[in-house]
């Protein structure tokens, strides 16, 4: 089996809804993310899957939450934009596509600050 992994960033906004404390008030963040894909095969180059296009399609996953509030962002209109539902929301969106290619989600990981990230695999 191999493991791949990549990093990209976003900025966004967010209040989280019945918190008490700090959160609950509208801040921000510089998030960090962290994809690993699986993948028990290569193509007939020796590749899983091209970095890049990998980079891509996360990127094009967490455009939606790039400089957004993230409270008006569905589904987070509906549940609280935590680390952890952003982290299942990232996993869960790029598991659908990466469905045309050689790989699978193992794990999403999002930083919300140097000392605290929230991960989510199944």
């Known amino acids: 089996m191999y493991e791949l992994m990549i990093e990209t960033t976003f900025s966004s906004a967010h209040q989280l809804r019945g918190y008490k404390g700090k959160c609950e008030e509208l801040h921000g963040h510089n998030w960090r993310v962290q994809v690993i894909v699986s993948s028990d095969k290569l193509n007939d180059i020796g590749i899983a899957i091209d970095f890049h296009e990998l980079k891509a399609i996360t990127i094009e996953v967490v455009a939606s939450l790039d400089h957004s509030f993230l409270n008006n962002v569905f589904p987070f209109t509906e549940i609280n934009p935590s680390s952890e539902n952003i982290t299942k929301w990232i ?18 990981t999002v930083w919300e600050n140097d000392t605290a990230s929230a991960t989510y695999y199944e």
């Open 91 to 108: 996993y869960d969106s790029l598991k659908k596509k990466l469905l045309k290619t050689n790989c699978s989600v193992s794990s999403v």
